[in-house]
């Protein structure tokens, strides 16, 4: 509701740079929200860690607001669409092999 709001009171052509970054984050923040409800749903049916949820909502949410960002300036193409999706699939299993680093690093020190 809050973008609704955001996005029919301005005018990207006339605002100044920060609320266009504000509307940026609040695109990113409503993307996650959504992705984090629909992970969630299919965690009920698929035995989904809740860090493997938050991994894949990053990543979907990074991926979705990349590509609409780049189509609200136009600048979206099928080799930008081509290029997100490996990127995004890279950024989760990067996410997922950080994390076990990290939870090994703290298991071994205490």
């Keep these: 509701m809050a973008d609704v709001s955001f996005f029919s009171v301005i005018d990207p052509r006339k605002e100044n740079v920060f609320i266009l970054v504000v509307a940026c984050v609040l695109v990113g923040v409503s993307v996650y929200a959504a992705c984090r409800v629909v992970v969630w749903l299919l965690a009920k049916a698929f ?9 894949v909502a990053i990543s979907v949410t990074v991926a979705v607001t990349f590509l609409v ?28 092999y950080a994390s076990k680093a990290r939870n090994q690093d703290f298991g071994t020190r205490a």
């Design 69 to 96: 960002l780049m189509q609200s300036i136009g600048q979206l193409g099928p080799r930008d669409i081509l290029a997100v999706v490996p990127l995004a699939l890279v950024a989760y299993f990067y996410m997922a």
């Design 47 to 55: 035995a989904i860690s809740s860090a493997a949820q938050k991994r």
